[in-house]
């Protein structure tokens, strides 16, 4: 089983930046996709966005798409990161990271990830 841990969460104000971190150990090399989704107070959790297992394709919910970015380091990939911009309240809440295993499709579905953290918190003031 692949573990992950999220880093980097903190608070900023409307329109700053802020970098997540997810790090994998154990069999990390049996990790195919790994998705953002977060969760607001009193919501479920949402989807944010995902990346292949060769760091290449990407794909965001439209509400941040154009604003955050999914990278994997390379060229081991044991590392995600999710590059937040244009942050606004809405974005508040606590993110976390999440693994599929290898060769299996990308989704947006949270109950196909296997491998999740703890989540970090994320909080843009109003």
């Known amino acids: 089983q692949v573990q992950v841990a999220e880093s980097g969460g903190g608070s900023v104000q409307a329109g700053g930046s802020l970098r997540l971190s997810c790090r994998m150990s154990?069999?990390?090399?049996?990790?195919?996709?790994m998705a953002w989704f977060r969760q607001a107070p009193g919501q479920g959790r949402e989807y944010v966005g995902f990346?292949?297992?060769?760091?290449?394709?990407?794909?965001y919910s439209d509400s941040v798409k154009g604003r955050f970015t999914i990278s994997r380091d390379t060229p081991f990939k044991m590392e995600m990161f999710l590059q937040m911009s244009e942050l606004n309240t809405e974005d508040t809440g606590v993110y976390f990271c999440?693994?599929?295993?290898?060769?299996?499709?990308?989704?947006?579905?949270?109950?196909?990830?296997?491998?999740w953290g703890q989540g970090t918190q994320v909080t843009v003031p109003s």
């Open positions: 999440a693994a599929r295993r290898k060769g299996k499709w990308c989704t947006k579905n949270s109950d196909d990830y296997v491998s």
């Open positions: 154990g069999y990390a090399d049996r990790t195919g996709c």
């Open positions: 990346i292949d297992s060769n760091g290449i394709y990407t794909y």
